[in-house]
């Protein structure tokens, strides 16, 4: 069973900033990422990295890019979702999400609450 512990996340101003963090008990090879949820939409990927014996690969929603950074502390099996330049549409609830290569399960932090105020 891994467990994922948040933090950040909370209330700033459009053109603000705001780290998200993801500490994961599990196998450092793996897939750290973040997934969002707006009120009456579904849940979307923000970002990813692949934490592999190659080295590591991100990923991004077009929305995000250029704007969020994710990165990882492989020591802490940790990973960091810096937002930049927030907007009002980027407030939802923010999800960690977490999955060892190579076995199926997906796991989930409880989430945490971004709002962007306007």
């Known amino acids: 069973q891994v467990q994922l512990v948040e933090s950040g996340g909370g209330l700033v101003e459009a053109g603000g900033s705001l780290r998200l963090s993801c500490t994961a008990s599990?196998?450092?090879?793996?897939?750290m990422g973040w997934y969002r949820q707006a009120p009456g939409k579904q849940r979307e990927l923000v970002a990813t990295?692949?934490?592999?014996?190659?080295?590591?690969?991100?990923n991004y929603a077009n929305s995000v890019t250029g704007r969020f950074t994710i990165s990882r502390d492989n020591a802490k099996n940790t990973v960091y979702l810096q937002m930049n330049d927030l907007k009002s549409e980027d407030t939802a609830v923010y999800y960690c999400?977490?999955?060892?290569?190579?076995?199926?399960?997906?796991?989930w932090g409880q989430g945490t609450q971004v709002t962007v105020s306007s």
């Open positions: 999400y977490y999955k060892t290569l190579g076995e199926p399960r997906d796991y």
């Open positions: 599990g196998n450092i090879f793996n897939i």
């Open positions: 990295i692949i934490s592999g014996a190659s080295g590591a690969r991100t």
